[in-house]
């Protein structure tokens, strides 16, 4: 089955401890992306990538790192994580442009920093 | 700098009633544009996108949307409205031609169906 999976699903942690998110697609993909969204703003683009080892910053990257090693892996790390970082974020994954270039979302990890 | 703006951030109808869903984007080329919905504690689905060709298209769910890039909008209809609609729901905008990768959301628009 094509999908995207992120771990975990629920997370809660404190101020500064350094968290990784991580984000596999099946579906041999070029590019992937982060996003976090809040309510009242939508979904905001954190990070993307379109293809191993290049990356690029979307709209709200500050306090975010991601890497590319791997085309099917996109993990993203929070290294000093702060209450504003709390959010539910989403990866996902899409082929290179073409009429096929729908984005494929994982199921959304919610992330909780005291 | 793409944008997309959803003027309306709740509607309410009744069920059985016609829908639209307006969305504005900027964008300095062609864009490729998108509708997703978010049921309660859901992902996102896409409903529908556009690349290029008849600015009419069609998605699932019996939803429809249509390109006008003289008012740089692609509005989301649907004819009769169902209870099951009651959802979440953004248009995004992606800058595939140049900047591949970067896509712009909207803040969405929550919909409410009235039995």
């Known amino acids: 089955e094509a999908q995207v999976t992120q771990n975990p699903r629920y997370l809660i942690t404190v101020t500064g401890k350094k968290l990784t998110v991580t984000c596999s697609q099946n579906m041999n993909h070029e590019y992937m992306s982060w996003y976090r969204q809040d309510p009242g703003l939508g979904l905001r683009q954190i990070y993307y990538?379109?293809?191993?080892?290049?990356?690029d910053k979307g709209d709200v990257p500050e306090g975010y790192k991601v890497s590319r090693k791997e085309k099917r892996n996109f993990p993203l790390i929070l290294e000093s994580p702060s209450p504003n970082q709390t959010s539910l974020y989403f990866c996902?994954?899409?082929?290179?442009?073409?009429?096929?270039?729908?984005?494929?979302f994982g199921p959304g990890t919610r992330l909780t920093v005291t | 700098a793409q944008s997309v703006t959803q003027p309306d951030i709740h509607i309410t109808v009744s069920e059985g009633a016609s829908l639209e869903l307006r969305c504005n984007y900027s964008y300095g080329a062609t864009p490729y544009l998108f509708w997703y919905v978010q049921s309660p504690g859901q992902g996102l689905q896409l409903l529908l996108k556009?690349?290029?060709?008849?600015?009419l298209v069609q998605g699932i769910k019996g939803f429809e949307a249509e390109f006008k890039r003289s008012q740089s909008s692609f509005n989301l209809r649907k004819p009769s409205v169902h209870w099951s609609d009651a959802a979440e729901y953004f248009c995004?905008?992606?800058?595939?031609?140049?900047?591949?990768?970067?896509?712009?959301f909207g803040d969405g628009t929550t919909l409410t169906v009235k039995p």
């Open positions: 556009y690349f290029s060709g008849d600015t």
């Open positions: 996902a994954s899409r082929p290179r442009s073409g009429t096929s270039g729908m984005e494929y």
């Open positions: 990538s379109m293809n191993v080892e290049v990356t």
């Open positions: 995004a905008v992606g800058a595939y031609n140049t900047n591949a990768g970067k896509s712009t």
